[in-house]
């Protein structure tokens, strides 16, 4: 076997977020390379449907579950969950989030900042505080969280996000510690990501806006996948506690 080459076999894959998008992607990239994935969101039948897709794709083992991961309580079942239904958890990605659109700072209501930090933030803390536990008593894994450049580049239309989102890059370090040298924890930054989402879009304006990226356009989803397939990997054994930027250079 090429020591070079990315290998899941074996492994067991936690992805949040991962009916479509973003998430789906890496579901399928971690399938196609031997891994056990288990993809949860809200809607059960829409990761049912993402994990019979993928199945048909790879031939891998694909299971899904239905997750809210803003709620604590979730949160805390669904870990001791799939703990029970799977044995250990190699691997944890925390992809869910969103960036809800408002007018101004102050139609920002109490509700939708809780909704923002829940999603973002306390979700992702609860779910690498509990397996990540469980990973250092069994010999260690990896937890990659899906940040965004607004928690470095934060803007007046992302303001709950991306103080959520700066919140989830401070924590990924601190778990760093918290669970190492066994298991690493370190998180992607991604930018700009040409998902479902987008095609809501002004395309004409945010073809304008992308001239300024170094890459003059934005990402495919499947380009986010070798960051996170690195830093699950055994190759980046000696990475952990960091944040890598993925945005065609939108940043710089």
């Known amino acids: 076997m090429n020591k070079w080459a990315f290998d899941f076999t074996g492994k067991k894959v936690v992805i949040t977020g991962g009916s479509r998008g973003l998430g789906f992607q890496m579901a399928c990239a971690f399938s196609s390379l031997g891994a056990e994935v288990i993809i949860a969101s809200r809607k059960l039948e829409s990761c049912q449907t993402a994990a019979s897709t993928i199945t048909a794709e790879t031939g891998g083992k694909v299971h899904a579950y239905a997750l809210h991961a803003a709620d604590w309580d979730q949160c805390t079942e669904f870990a001791h969950r799939v703990l029970e239904d799977h044995g250990k958890i190699d691997v944890l990605v925390n992809n869910a989030g969103s960036s809800p659109l408002y007018d101004k700072v102050t139609d920002i209501s109490e509700e939708l900042y809780d909704k923002v930090v829940g999603l973002n933030l306390k979700g992702p803390f609860r779910l690498s505080a509990l397996l990540g536990e469980k990973m250092a008593e069994s010999g ?59 095609q809501h879009w002004d395309q004409e304006a945010f073809a304008q806006r992308a001239q300024s990226f170094a890459a003059k356009r934005g990402g495919e989803p499947e380009e986010i996948v070798g960051a996170v397939l690195y830093l699950s990997s055994p190759m980046a054994s000696y990475t952990t506690g960091a944040l890598l930027t993925v945005d065609g250079g939108a940043s710089k």
Request: proline content about 8%; aromatic content about 6%; cysteine-free.
């Open 140 to 198: 260690g894994g990896a937890i990659v969280n899906i940040s965004s450049i607004a928690s470095v580049n934060p803007k007046p239309d992302t303001v709950p996000y991306s103080a959520a989102k700066a919140g989830l890059n401070a924590t990924t370090v601190a778990l760093a510690h918290t669970y190492g040298p066994d298991v690493r924890v370190n998180a992607v930054v991604p930018g700009t990501f040409l998902t479902d989402i987008s």
